[in-house]
């Protein structure tokens, strides 16, 4: 492994721009002795669910997402409503609010960030079995609609370029690789 040999220290943090779930600030980096600007994000950890049915296949949703002006297939996620809120309750709340179901047999997947280069958002993913049946309830701000896949659908859509988000191919290839499917 390479060695590292340049100094980085953060000098100063300015607050730019403070939003509902996230805050931007322009840092001041000395790096090895060169003063720089790096921007950076300080926003909400979030959970997100790989929902298996008894049949194997995974309900997903699409909703739509101002920032890329088009609906998207995606996990079931959201934020946690406090920075110390257990990333599990998160994922089993966003799991009945976005489709539906509950489930008590909720296991860790993986962790990731979503954008590490200049944003602290950690997305934690989980996958759910034994889902049972609840009530679905939204968020005053959601509109989706929840879909049900088998996985190798869901492997084309990514290797076909549909599938973008972060959070859910994580989650897709890392639930694939953990259970071993092999097609």
């Not at 179901?101 to 989980?126: G, H, M, P, Q, W």
Request: some cysteine; proline content about 1%.
């Amino acid at each position: 492994m390479e060695e590292f040999r340049k100094k980085i220290k953060l000098l100063s943090r300015d607050l730019k721009y403070k939003g509902s779930i996230m805050n931007i600030y322009d840092d001041v980096v000395d790096v090895d002795g060169n003063k720089v600007h790096w921007d950076y994000m300080k926003k909400c950890n979030a959970a997100a669910v790989v929902p298996v049915l008894s049949n194997g296949n995974i309900l997903m949703v699409r909703q739509y997402r101002l920032a890329v002006d088009k609906w998207t297939l995606e996990l079931p996620a959201g934020k946690l409503d406090r920075d110390d809120e257990d990333f599990l309750i998160c994922a089993k709340r966003e799991l009945e609010e976005e489709t539906g179901y509950k489930s008590e047999n909720v296991e860790f997947l993986c962790d990731t960030y979503t954008a590490a280069a200049f944003c602290s958002e950690i997305v934690r993913i989980f996958v759910a079995t034994n889902l049972i049946l609840g009530t679905k309830h939204f968020d005053r701000d959601e509109e989706l609609v929840t879909e049900e896949w088998n996985i190798e659908d869901l492997k084309k859509e990514i290797f076909a370029g549909n599938i973008k988000d972060g959070k859910t191919i994580s989650g897709i290839m890392t639930y694939i690789a953990k259970f071993n499917f092999s097609k």
